[in-house]
């Protein structure tokens, strides 16, 4: 039922957008085109059949709302399944409807996006009441505009408010959603606000009064499998509490069913986290952590309201809210009625006190002119006769029996009278009471709003202290997380000098083994060479001994035919010169060997010396390795 009253307001904005003329009645044409958009919207079958048989061309003149209203009964909302549609897409729809011909700010220009009015004339229809024409009680305009100021953290203008509520239109006929939106444009709610402060400000009301959403706001929550911390966007309604990734809520990481079984339980602090607590359910337990206490107080309040709602079978805290609101102003219009008849039927009691305070003037002046015509009669009677005179005193005797009877009547209207002043004394009473209550009642308003704009201030600083807090925790971690990264490097770096020495003493060892060779190879060349002189030096005086053979004769001189003189020396026949060939040809021999020799020796020192030079060098490297470590 709750559901099909306020698609029933919307779809009335509609109905009555296409009534141009303002004479109750649509065309049949445009209330065909309405109810297909119904249907598209409502996510209900089409049935094109009976949209033509109830809107025949036959049929004379336009409908009217009434006329209306069994075919959207029957063929529309009683076929509507809630959870299979959203109510959203019907609300644009209607709005777009409306809004083309209703919806004018001064100059084309306004301080509300087209977004934000659509967002109020939501919040609009649902806090009116389920009366046609939808209007909104003065008391309903100013609850709705204290929670945009104070979501915009600003204060409400109460003189504005005042002029706005007061003028004649709103007195007579009530707030209309229009009437509305034209005074939020004008901007005296909005001054030095900027556009997205008020933007967001009308979407968290929208979003906590149409949406249904008790609270929103990040917790750490730890998890069920891994144990771990992680943090969430929670949002609670009154029978869910869903968490998220993020504040965008487009991924869902799970759902608390919650009902009668739950409960909220605070805990102590472990594991690092404050300000915890727990969610219970049949079947899981949920730990969570606030980031401060007033954090935690708020959500446990929150969740332990949803339950109370669930446990009452109420799906929406504002609905709730807006019935106790309705039933607190019947009780002051029942009061202030009652105070009326009261003032009314004092009015009246003075009106019989001075009738009846008249009347008994009139009783004494009647006993006046009763006591001149007993004196004028006893002045008769006297001059009359003796028998008249006991006539005469039979009449005193029935005016004295009457004026006893008047006497007593008098008695009993003074004491009416005393009764009657006492009553009134009594009213005057409780009305002085009723004004002593009236006033400490609003000293008690005043109070509260004092006390809420305290608040406020306080939540205001408390955010700035907590955001303060964050940059503080973020830039720490970041200088954590670069002194990680130094570390790491630096250990880095060690091991690769310590890979590097390593490599440098391995070639070092190898360089050492290397020499120890080249010493072995040293040593057996000296010794070869010191062989070789030896040799060459046997040699040597052998080939001097045969460079002055002894020959058998004397060398003889002759001429030539050219007349040079011809020496003849020992002929190669001679044995003795034949061996000095040879053994030229074998000192020869030698000495290549020798050359031979020295240059391999030759050699070997210069890979000595190249050997030494590179171990020095490999030395003085690994110093250096080591010094750097």
């Avoid at 490599?503 to 057996?524: C, G, S, W, Y």
């Amino acid at each position: 039922m709750e559901l099909r009253a306020e698609l029933l307001k919307s779809i009335w904005y509609a109905f009555t957008s296409l009534d141009v003329e303002k004479s109750g009645k649509v065309s049949k044409s445009q209330l065909k085109v309405l109810s297909h958009n119904l249907y598209t919207a409502l996510n209900i079958p089409h049935d094109p059949v009976a949209l033509e048989d109830h809107f025949r061309d036959d049929d004379d003149g336009p409908v009217s709302n009434q006329g209306y209203m069994p075919y959207l009964n029957k063929f529309i909302l009683d076929k509507v399944v809630e959870g299979t549609f959203d109510k959203e897409n019907v609300d644009v729809f209607c709005w777009t409807l409306c809004a083309k011909k209703n919806y004018r700010p001064k100059d084309g220009v306004g301080v509300l996006l087209d977004k934000d009015a659509f967002h109020l004339w939501c919040i609009f229809n649902f806090l009116s009441e389920d009366k046609y024409p939808l209007i909104l009680a003065p008391e309903e305009v100013e609850y709705l505009l204290k929670k945009i100021c104070l979501a915009m953290s600003v204060e409400l203008s109460c003189v504005d408010m005042e002029d706005f509520i007061s003028q004649e239109p709103v007195q007579l006929s009530g707030i209309t959603v229009w009437a509305f939106l034209d005074f939020v444009n004008t901007g005296r709610l909005t001054r030095g606000v900027e556009n997205d402060s008020v933007t967001m400000a009308i979407d968290k009301v929208y979003q906590e009064i149409v949406g249904n959403i008790i609270k929103e706001g990040y917790l750490w929550k730890k998890g069920h499998l891994r144990r771990n911390w992680n943090e969430r966007w929670f949002s609670l309604r009154p029978s869910t509490l869903h968490y998220y990734v993020s504040e965008d809520r487009k991924e869902c990481k799970g759902c608390i069913e919650l009902d009668h079984n739950c409960c909220v339980e605070v805990l102590p602090e472990k594991e690092g986290k404050r300000c915890m607590f727990c969610v219970k359910t049949l079947t899981k337990t949920y730990e969570m952590s606030a980031p401060d206490t007033k954090q935690r107080q708020e959500w446990t309040t929150a969740i332990q309201t949803a339950i109370r709602l669930c446990v009452e079978g109420k799906n929406s805290l504002h609905k709730d809210l807006k019935l106790r609101r309705r039933k607190l102003r019947e009780e002051r219009e029942r009061r202030r009625t009652t105070k009326e008849e009261e003032l009314q039927r004092l009015c009246l009691l003075q009106g019989e006190k001075e009738s009846k305070l008249a009347e008994l003037e009139l009783l004494q002046e009647a006993q006046r002119h009763s006591q001149a015509a007993l004196l004028q009669e006893e002045q008769k009677r006297r001059q009359k006769h003796e028998e008249l005179q006991r006539t005469l005193q039979d009449q005193l005797q029935q005016a004295e029996e009457e004026r006893d009877n008047m006497q007593a009547e008098m008695a009993l209207k003074d004491a009416e009278t005393d009764r009657q002043k006492k009553r009134i004394r009594e009213l005057e009473e409780m009305q002085v009471r009723l004004e002593e209550a009236l006033h400490q009642e609003i000293r008690a308003r005043q109070n509260e709003e004092a006390y809420r704009l305290a608040q406020a201030s306080l939540l205001v600083e408390e955010e700035e202290k907590m955001k303060v807090l964050l940059a503080l925790q973020e830039e720490q971690e970041q200088y954590i997380l670069k002194t990680q990264r130094e570390k790491q490097e630096l250990r880095q770096e060690m091991v690769t000098k310590s890979q590097a020495l390593e490599e440098a003493q391995h070639q070092l060892e190898k360089v050492r083994a290397n020499r120890h060779r080249m010493d072995q190879d040293i040593a057996t060349a000296q010794r070869k060479l010191r062989q070789a002189s030896t040799s060459v030096k046997h040699w040597n005086v052998q080939m001097n001994r045969l460079m002055h053979p002894i020959g058998p004769g004397e060398r003889r001189l002759s001429l030539g035919g050219s007349g040079v003189p011809v020496v003849h020396g020992p002929s190669l026949r001679d044995p003795s010169l034949r061996l000095y060939h040879q053994r030229s040809e074998g000192e020869r021999e030698k000495e290549r060997e020798n050359e031979q020799e020295n240059i391999e020796e030759k050699e070997c020192e210069e890979r000595v010396s190249i050997i030494g030079r590179e171990e020095r060098r490999l030395s003085h490297a690994s110093n250096g390795d080591m010094d750097c470590a």
